[in-house]
């Protein structure tokens, strides 16, 4: 059954481990139709979480504990929960050392990141994926996570989840705000195999068009960085999805002159532009272009749909997307539609 979401329009301006390094052959996109879609969770089975980027405290994790619960998982708490060594849950070694563990052990049938931040960079290329390319498991969470989402994509062809982490359920969730739990049950029905379709409403800058192809992205900052790297995205015939928050628009602009230049805007099957927090110019230092402009202005030579206002992003109705899925894309004058094929 699907599950349709209908938003209101918006765009925010508003060692113990041994060390690994990442051998594995870049996925040809053209050549690999499909990705591995790991199984699917069922009442029983057992979901981790880690925070293998910033700190988080046991009390903070606890409404995202029992709300799993309800759906019948059980959880397993990783050993860097409650830990900090400055801005990260634990040292390199303790962060890697959990992430490792939660990859490895076989009870374990999710991975949820516990939150953002940064450092997930710091202990990727010392993270061994044998035994997790043999038997993969959903990985779900976003921001700083867009680091592995680009990895998984690049070097293993393994789907994931791009949604909201532990630090982003509701306290009572009886009190929460209808589209706080629309998010959150968005991952529940992603994570039990639901086929996810997202209606946006028209924005008059979208370029319409249809298009098909697999699902990736993330926050766009991470995904330059990632530039050059083993973990680049491919984005080669994909539907491409970016976001972010708290840059200024000529660091946005920047941005996407190097999407434009790397070629990866070049080949794409459709373009979604979720939330962009944008900080204020400095008084004397104005852009002069809209986030509307910037992008328009890097794919005016393509042909592919673009959408604007899409959810996701660092904001309340940032919906779990399936990164690695296959997906039909519509941009119609009544709005825009994302959906999951089967």
């Known amino acids: 059954m699907n599950r349709k979401y209908f938003l209101s329009s918006f765009l925010v301006a508003t060692t113990a481990i041994p060390a690994f390094k990442t051998l594995a052959k870049a996925v040809d996109s053209e050549a690999s139709p499909s990705f591995k879609i790991p199984p699917y969770l069922k009442p029983g089975d057992t979901i981790g979480i880690t925070s293998p980027a910033g700190y988080i405290t046991t009390d903070q994790i606890q409404p995202s504990v029992l709300q799993m619960q309800t759906w019948g998982l059980n959880v397993k708490v990783g050993t860097t929960i409650g830990k900090r060594d400055f801005t990260y849950g634990g040292t390199d070694d303790e962060r890697r050392g ?56 690049r070097n293993y062809g393994i789907a994931s989840i791009h949604s909201k982490m532990c630090n982003s359920f509701p306290d009572d969730w009886a009190l929460a705000e209808p589209i706080q739990v629309e998010t959150i049950l968005s991952i529940k029905n992603a994570l039990m195999g639901e086929k996810m379709t997202y209606t946006a409403p028209l924005n008059q800058k979208n370029r ?123 941009v119609t004058a009544n709005g825009s539609v994302l959906n999951e094929l089967p």
């Not at 990727?124 to 994926?129: C, I, M």
């Not at 110019?281 to 104005?286: I, L, P, T, V, W």
């Open 98 to 153: 959990d992430f490792q563990q939660m990859l490895d052990n076989p009870d374990v049938k999710a991975i949820m990141c516990a939150r953002g931040g940064y450092g997930f960079v710091r202990i990727l290329d010392k993270l061994d994926f044998t035994h997790f390319k043999r038997n993969p498991k959903w990985i779900i969470g976003f921001s700083d996570i867009t680091v592995l989402h680009c990895h998984l994509t």
């Open 208 to 330: 319409n068009g249809k298009a098909e192809g697999i699902l990736v992205g993330g926050n766009l900052s991470i995904i330059e960085t990632l530039a050059g790297s083993e973990s680049d995205l491919d984005t080669r015939n994909k539907i491409l999805f970016v976001e972010d928050t708290g840059e200024y628009l000529y660091s946005i602009d920047r941005m996407f002159w190097n999407l434009k230049r790397s070629g990866k805007l070049k080949n794409l099957k459709g373009l979604i532009v979720g939330g962009f927090k944008i900080k204020p110019d400095d008084a004397g230092e104005e852009f002069g272009k809209t986030i509307y402009d910037i992008v328009l202005e890097k794919v005016s030579e393509y042909n592919y749909p673009i959408a604007f206002d899409f959810p996701v992003g660092h904001q309340r109705n940032n919906f779990a997307l399936k990164c690695g899925i296959r997906h039909t894309f519509e």
